[in-house]
């Protein structure tokens, strides 16, 4: 046994769903108590509106959960690239120099600042180090060209 044991704490759905269960349960069981001890039609009646306006509740209740969680997923999910078509901003290209030379390489960070979500080719993915010596990605300049992409100045 760990001598520090770490304390997560619990999905906060979990307790909406605990407290709607005991909600319910209670105006059910409220409703039923009131109720004397025989029964005749309109007892009958009354204690059925009271489950269907449960149900009802319950429902309404997990679909404005639902409608919730649709609303963050889509919040989540990468935004459309903000260009037309195939334009990559020009202002991304740098000289990086390599063991063959110096090349010209579109950095992805600065891609993905600029535009948005990209989805290039990982064909033309290349990994470079920068000044500091950390490692980069980014795309071959050559390789976007002859993929049919275009480099052109961004307005800032």
Not at 48 to 75: M, T, V, Y
């Given at each position: 046994?760990?001598l520090l044991q ?56 997990a679909d404005s ?92």
């Amino acid at each position: 046994m760990p001598l520090l044991q770490t304390y997560t704490k619990p999905h906060p759905r979990r307790f909406s769903r605990i407290t709607a269960l005991l909600a319910a349960a209670s105006i059910a069981i409220a409703g039923a108590a009131a109720t004397p001890a025989h029964a005749d039609k309109t007892d009958t009646l009354r204690t059925a509106a009271q489950i269907a306006g449960i149900l009802i509740i319950g429902k309404l209740i997990a679909d404005s959960n639902k409608k919730r969680r649709l609303e963050r997923a889509r919040a989540r999910q990468p935004q459309p690239a903000r260009v037309i078509g195939n334009t990559l901003p020009l202002q991304c290209v740098r000289w990086v120099d390599t063991d063959r030379g110096a090349r010209r390489i579109l950095g992805k960070r600065c891609i993905e600042r600029r535009v948005g979500y990209v989805d290039l080719p990982r064909r033309c993915e290349r990994r470079f180090w920068d000044a500091r010596g950390y490692s980069r990605i980014g795309y071959s300049r050559r390789c976007l060209l002859n993929k049919g992409y275009r480099i052109e100045p961004f307005p800032r």
